[in-house]
C-alpha cells in the first residue's frame, strides 16, 4: 500500500531563504509524482510533474528532483516571497493519486 | 478551454438529506477523479471512473456514497443520509483521453457542510 510522508509539516521562513521540501514515499512503482500548492480554502494547482523516468523539473524558482530507488522527492524553492505562502502537497501517481498531508509554508516579509 | 468545473463551491445540507455535488470535466478528458479532504487531513482518493463506467473505486465508503459519469452531462458524486462526518472538501479532477498518467487537473472543490 502506498505510503507518502512530507517533512517537515510546517516552515515559517524569512523573506528570500532558498527552502526544501520532502516526499517521501514507500511504493516505487509510480508512473509520475506531482508537486501542488494549496492556498487556504481554495484548490489545488499543479506545480511540477516528473514522470518515473526522469530525475527533475525546473519552472522558475522551483525545481523538483525524484529519486524512485530511495523512494523520495524534493521541491527546492529558491528566493522565497511572501506569496510563495501556501500548503505544498505531493502526490504520487499509480493511476490514483496518492497524497501526503503536505508541508505548511509562511514566508514572512 | 476552461478548467474543470465543479458546483456548487458551497453546499450547505442537514443530517439525513441528500448532496449531489457535480463535476464537468476538462474539454477532450474522459478520465475523472473524485477526492475528499477532510478538516486537518490530506486528500483521499475516493473513486475513478472513465465515460459510463467506474474503474476504481477503492476509496469510496461502502455505504450512501455513490459516483456516476455519463456519456453525456457531468460527472456526480452522490451522498444519501449525510452525517456530520461527511462535512469535508470534495475536489474532482480530470485527465486526458489518451493516458491515465498524465497530469490531473482539479476543479475548484465543493465544500460541503453537514449541519
Known amino acids: 500500500k502506498q505510503e507518502v510522508t512530507q517533512i517537515p509539516a510546517a516552515l515559517s521562513v524569512p523573506e528570500g531563504e532558498n527552502l526544501v521540501l520532502n516526499c517521501s514515499f514507500t511504493?516505487?512503482?509510480?508512473?509520475?509524482l506531482q508537486w501542488f500548492r494549496q492556498d487556504p480554502g481554495k484548490g489545488l494547482t499543479s506545480l511540477l510533474l516528473i514522470q518515473s523516468s526522469q530525475r527533475e523539473q525546473t519552472s522558475g524558482r522551483l525545481n523538483a528532483s525524484l529519486d524512485k530507488s530511495s523512494g523520495r522527492s524534493t521541491l527546492y524553492i529558491a528566493a522565497s516571497q511572501p506569496g510563495d505562502s501556501a500548503t505544498y502537497l505531493c502526490?504520487?501517481?499509480?493511476?490514483?493519486?496518492?497524497f501526503g498531508t503536505g508541508t505548511r509554508l509562511q514566508v514572512f516579509p | 478551454n476552461a478548467g474543470v468545473m465543479q458546483n456548487p463551491r458551497h453546499l450547505v445540507r442537514r443530517r439525513g438529506q441528500e448532496a449531489r455535488l457535480r463535476c464537468s470535466p476538462m474539454k477532450g478528458h474522459s478520465h475523472v477523479y473524485w477526492y475528499r479532504q477532510l478538516p486537518e487531513e490530506g486528500l483521499k482518493f475516493m473513486v475513478y471512473l472513465q465515460k459510463e463506467n467506474i474503474i476504481d473505486e477503492s476509496g469510496m465508503p461502502k455505504e450512501r456514497f455513490s459516483a456516476e459519469f455519463p456519456k453525456e452531462g457531468p460527472s456526480i458524486l452522490r451522498i444519501q443520509q449525510v452525517v456530520r462526518g461527511d462535512s469535508a472538501a470534495y475536489f474532482c479532477a480530470s485527465s486526458p483521453e489518451l493516458t491515465s498518467t498524465d497530469t490531473q487537473y482539479f476543479g475548484p472543490g465543493t465544500r460541503l457542510t453537514v449541519l
Open positions: 511504493d516505487s512503482a509510480i508512473y509520475n
Open positions: 502526490a504520487g501517481n499509480t493511476d490514483k493519486l496518492i
